[in-house]
């Protein structure tokens, strides 16, 4: 390693610690001096003061935000000391805007996130001295402006000429033979070689054709000559390459415009090749692969990262030969007539985005994203460029999101989400066939209890331990899911009432074989099992769910560890005293404020301090109270009242109310009771911001939206002041209906959150969809983020895709100190959980804060 290089100090500005971090181990790994700032601001700053020497700076690009100091930085840039200093950009997506500075700019690079380790790579680059990277001919091209051969067999013409020239800026060189003429050419440097057409040995139009035919000397401008015009002489010139035929007997002036206007094209000549060159080297440093194809699909160029994502070593490799035919990937199921890609090379489409499928040399498939961009003339289209970037990686990462929102996250079974789709499916295809399906509804029976007495995390064990056994005693075409905290069902496929009866109470048999010994004490599993028939008389999923939950509470009643099958006959009056119950209870409820809202704090991290993070719960948002400049954001849960003071959570309620139709009546009380409380407490307004959960039905709803307005002027209060949360799964039910729903309520200034963002595979593709001002980050990724790093990559993804789009997030279930210092890392911008606040049973008036019960805590949401 050279003393120079030990030297160097390099410039690292990106906003994520942990980047900043492991780009900091590889410069400083290399010798050089690492200087680190996390904000452009800062950067900014740290440069105007002028005492900073610096020999390379890399910059982490901001894609999702831009302010005034990211272009104050570029300016900066621009200018003194630091125009010369080379400057390598991370970027997964660069913009136009930072493209075409690089373009103009001699020392930059451009490196993917994904692919920082090239930084190194491109600072070694970057930082090799001008010297050592430049050759003698670019030397004389800065030294001299324009460099002239003369070439006459006349000493007094050459001389005549050659003072002319240089009179006028030339340099200027003389030969007095075509062989003598040549060997300087290809000797030394010139731009311009002037040659009389009469000579000697040899006419000058062969020594035009000699610097024509050889690659050295191709680049230099020929001009011939002469004391007589003959249309021979004319064409012979121009035959050989020249292109201007000169006279010895015309003016100075116009001998002088002649050469003036060869310079002017040679300038112009530079200068497109320098530009090309500077594209060229921003095309080779960008990370996404680029090929280009003309009309017929052929590949005319390709750059060094498409080469290294399908196998090449080098672009003869690929160069004349069909894109189609050399890395698109075709089999029965994407046959060629439906490759998009190829219909584009010769219509000229534009392709934004386009996922497909590339063969690497080695016949490995790569998952890509492309994007077509059509070059055309006048009236044609000349081909196309074609930018792709591999995406096994987001592929991989959406595989495991899509297996995480139809499985459990402990027992790994199918969860509730998947079940009721299969469900329905299953509904369905009894309709069609003959076929009589049943679904098992299991309910452990005092599973509370054990839970209580040896601790959640002994009843997580024996929930996968139950999990297992349930596994073993599955036929191969069953489906079982965990659709509740200690509730499993199991969807039995061309079984008869007989036969469902006899393997699901096999099942509750396997389960009282299981025992849990703890604190020297053994407990023995039991549970309620409920049957339900599933065939063509069906009304839908929800129906034959609802008989087997009925038939499985008609077994605990009957003293539990039963197993029980549903008969319409005797139990439907059953159910129908069951549901109306609870309908009955709901609508009380509405008509006499049975309901309770309590208000769970959000806070925004710009607010928090890293360095005195407190041990307690809780503590950190009686901090943030005491500043009341401050804005208060909570989120408003509720809560129905039972007799004797026993209090039901919307789990137990919302199914009804769903069945019902109660769900908009109970968001516009909601709406309503949390704008009396705000008024309630004096506070100015706008000073209390406030999340307000919509249901599904809501959003379908003809009349929601006025109902919500007038309840808005009813309080006057501040559009701005309300985040109305939606989930994916209510929105997607009708996605035009929602978005029209939300885009009228944004047009007035409220605002709206996806919540449970992460839960469902398709929050990625609806997010784009969804007008949503906030995303809410589902809690079970946030909660577990200090014990496993896979969490800490979801959130992190999350985050960033959320930003890109133009979006703030929000994490819940935020339980601890070590949490919060990891959402940092990510940049999450809001949090929520137990660590910030509990819920609070009112919301404060001046600086008191009411916590509910322990026991209360404990229980609620978030």
């Known amino acids: ?56 700076i890399v910059v982490g690009w901001p894609n999702y935000k831009h302010t ?30 930072i493209l075409n500075w690089m373009s103009t700019r001699r020392k930059s690079a451009l490196v993917p996130w994904e692919n920082y380790q090239e930084v190194v790579s491109s600072l070694q680059k970057l930082l090799v001295p001008e010297s050592e990277r430049t050759d003698a001919r670019a030397s004389a091209d800065d030294e001299y402006e324009t460099r002239v051969l003369f070439v006459d067999d006349s000493n007094s013409i050459r001389t005549y000429y050659q003072r002319l020239l240089e009179r006028n800026g030339y340099k200027v060189e003389t030969a007095d033979s075509v062989g003598q003429a040549y060997q300087i050419a290809i000797s030394q440097p010139f731009d311009i070689a002037i040659v009389d057409y009469f000579m000697p040995d040899e006419n000058g139009y062969e020594l035009c054709q000699r610097l024509r035919d050889n690659p050295e000397t191709a680049h230099i401008t020929t001009a011939v000559i002469t004391g007589t015009y003959l249309d021979q002489v004319i064409r012979d010139c121009l035959n050989a390459g020249a292109i201007e035929c000169m006279f010895k007997n015309e003016a100075e002036e116009l001998f002088l415009a002649r050469v003036a206007s060869m310079k002017r094209l040679i300038s112009v000549q530079k200068s497109i090749e320098k530009q090309r060159e500077s594209l060229a080297a921003i095309l080779e440093s960008v990370g996404e692969g680029v090929y280009g194809i003309d009309r017929e699909g052929r590949i005319s160029f390709a750059n060094p990262a498409a080469l290294l994502v399908l196998g090449y070593d080098c672009t003869e490799d690929l160069i004349g030969k069909l894109a189609h035919e050399s890395f698109h990937y075709h089999d029965e199921k994407s046959p060629r007539d439906d490759d998009k890609l190829l219909q584009a090379y010769s219509s000229g489409e534009d392709l934004k985005n386009w996922e497909t499928i590339f063969q690497h040399q080695t016949g490995k498939t790569i998952p890509v994203d492309c994007t077509l961009y059509p070059l055309h003339t006048t009236e044609n289209i000349e081909g196309s460029v074609v930018a792709f970037r591999d995406i096994s990686n987001q592929k991989m990462l959406e595989e495991k999101l899509r297996w995480q929102a139809t499985h459990d996250h402990l027992t790994e079974l199918y969860n509730r989400r998947y079940f009721e789709l299969r469900l329905d499916r299953e509904i369905r295809s009894a309709r069609r066939t003959d076929i009589s399906n049943a679904l098992v509804y299991i309910d452990l029976d005092r599973f509370k209890y054990i839970n209580d007495t040896v601790g959640h995390e002994t009843g997580d064990h024996l929930l996968v331990d139950i999990s297992r056994v349930l596994n073993k005693h599955m036929r191969r075409s069953d489906v079982l899911s965990r659709i509740g905290g200690d ?95 609870w309908s009955s209870r709901i609508r009380d409820a509405l008509q006499n404020n049975g309901f309770e809202l309590s208000y769970q704090p959000i806070m925004s991290m710009d607010a928090v301090d890293l360095n005195n993070l407190p041990a307690q719960n809780g503590m950190l948002w009686q901090q943030h109270i005491k500043n009341t400049d401050n804005i208060f954001q909570y989120e408003v849960l509720i809560r129905m009242q039972g007799e004797g003071g026993r209090m039901f959570f919307p789990e137990t309620f919302i199914p009804t109310a769903e069945r019902f139709n109660l769900m908009t009546d109970i968001d516009m009380w909601v709406l309503d009771r949390a704008l009396s409380d705000v008024l309630a407490t004096g506070s100015p307004k706008g000073k209390i911001n406030l999340s307000i959960n919509l249901s599904g039905h809501t959003l379908d709803s003809d009349g929601a939206q006025g109902r919500i307005r007038k309840i808005i002027e009813k309080y006057e209060m501040p559009p701005g002041s309300l985040i109305f949360e939606i989930t994916e799964t209510s929105a997607i039910a009708n996605l035009e209906q929602a978005n029209q729903f939300i885009q009228d309520l944004r047009a007035i200034g409220c605002r709206f959150s996806l919540d449970d963002f992460g839960s469902g595979f398709c929050s990625f593709s609806q997010l784009k969809n969804l007008p949503t001002d906030f995303v809410k980050i589902d809690g079970q990724f946030v909660k577990s983020m200090a014990r496993g790093a896979t969490d800490r990559a979801i959130v992190t993804a999350m985050n960033d895709v959320a930003h890109s789009l133009g979006r703030y997030t929000v994490a819940e279930y935020v339980e601890s100190p070590e949490v919060v210092r990891l959402l940092k890392i990510c940049g999450v911008d809001k949090l929520q959980g137990h660590y910030i606040s509990a819920p609070l049973i009112s919301l404060p008036h001046g600086n008191v804060v009411k916590l509910r019960s322990a026991r209360h805590n404990e229980d609620s949401a978030g």
Do not use: W
Request: aromatic content about 4%; charged content about 25%.
């Open 487 to 581: 509730e499993f069902a199991v969807i039995m496929k061309n079984v008869d009432a007989v036969t469902a009866m006899s393997l699901a109470d096999n099942l509750r048999v396997a389960l009282n074989k299981l025992r849990v010994n703890a604190d020297d004490k053994c407990y023995v599993v039991h549970a309620s099992v409920g049957v339900a028939m599933m065939d063509a008389q069906v009304n839908s999923a929800g129906d034959v769910l609802a008989n087997a939950d009925i038939a499985c509470h008609i077994a605990k009643r009957s003293g539990r560890n039963r197993t029980h099958m549903y008969d319409e006959g005797s139990d439907a009056r059953n159910a129908m005293g069951t549901e109306l119950g």
């Open 68 to 97: 005034a100091s990211s272009r104050e930085l570029l300016m900066l840039l621009d200018s003194e000391p630091y125009s010369e200093v080379p400057v390598i950009f991370l970027s997964n997506d660069p913009e136009l805007e």
């Open 1 to 56: 390693m050279s003393d120079s290089q030990t030297s160097q100090r390099i410039l690292v500005i990106e906003e994520s610690a942990t980047l900043r971090y492991m780009l900091g181990k590889s410069i400083q790994k290399q010798g050089y001096e690492l200087f680190a700032i996390d904000l452009i601001e800062s950067a900014v700053a740290a440069l105007e003061s002028a005492n900073q020497t610096l020999h390379a």
